[in-house]
């Protein structure tokens, strides 16, 4: 099983800026599909954002559209989400994931979650 | 986009009852579909891919059915152990979504 680490979450005034990153300990990270997917607190699951293997091709969920962006450096083994413009309702346990393939259908390995919470 | 309805979002049952959990697409989503289990305060971990699929690992009292616009979970017979909630996933879109979940709780 693969290893997921997330970083980066804490408590962010809103309109500000964050960015949490992610390392996965798969021998061939290059070869996955790699999400963000958040939770509010006693709430259900969002996805967030989803990077493709190469980096290619990245989607977004429309809540997050325009503000966060995801991105990925193969040599580190790492993907990031840059969040921008941080609202209230972006508070939330944010999990990294890895895909069982190189794009972005079955989110396989969850790391255990970051906590963002987005208040003044 | 394609909405997932989950039904029902809580149930409460007893040691070794069999407890079926469904999941109903808004547009023909093919068998595109996983089944997540997750526990209070831990990640995901995912049971069922490609709707009727059984990761591997995890017991074969879970199973899943179905395609189109139309899937069931099913736990075999309910043990302590399962207690925890549980949500559909679909990946016909570009972009994952998830059910609203469904709370299964020990009568």
């Known amino acids: 099983q693969v290893q997921v680490v997330e970083s980066g979450g804490g408590v962010v005034q809103p309109g500000r800026s964050l960015r949490l990153s992610c390392v996965a300990s798969a021998a061939a990270f290059s070869n996955y599909g790699m999400h963000w997917i958040r939770q509010a607190p006693g709430k259900g699951l969002e996805g967030v954002a989803v990077i493709w293997y190469d980096g290619t091709n990245r989607y977004y969920g429309d809540s997050v559209k325009g503000r966060f962006t995801i991105s990925r450096d193969n040599s580190k083994k790492t993907v990031y989400l840059q969040m921008n413009s941080l609202r209230a309702e972006d508070s939330a346990v944010y999990y990294c994931?890895?895909?069982?393939?190189?794009?972005?259908?079955?989110?396989?390995?969850w790391g255990q979650g970051t906590l963002v919470i987005v208040s003044s | 986009d394609i909405q997932m309805t989950q039904s029902p979002s809580s149930l409460s049952a007893s040691v070794g009852d069999r407890v079926t959990i469904t999941c109903q697409a808004s547009?023909?989503?093919?068998?595109?579909l996983n089944w997540y289990q997750q526990k209070p305060g831990k990640a995901p971990k995912l049971l069922i891919y490609d709707a009727s699929h059984l990761e591997s690992g995890v017991p074969s009292r879970f199973s899943g059915s179905g395609s189109g616009t139309d899937f069931t979970f099913t736990i075999s017979s309910l043990q302590p152990e399962d207690i925890a909630t549980y949500y559909c996933?679909?990946?016909?879109?570009?972009?994952?979504?998830f059910g609203q979940g469904t709370r299964l709780e020990i009568k």
């Open positions: 996933q679909h990946y016909y879109d570009l972009m994952i979504t």
């Open positions: 547009q023909d989503i093919n068998d595109y």
């Open positions: 994931a890895r895909d069982r393939g190189g794009r972005h259908s079955h989110p396989i390995d």
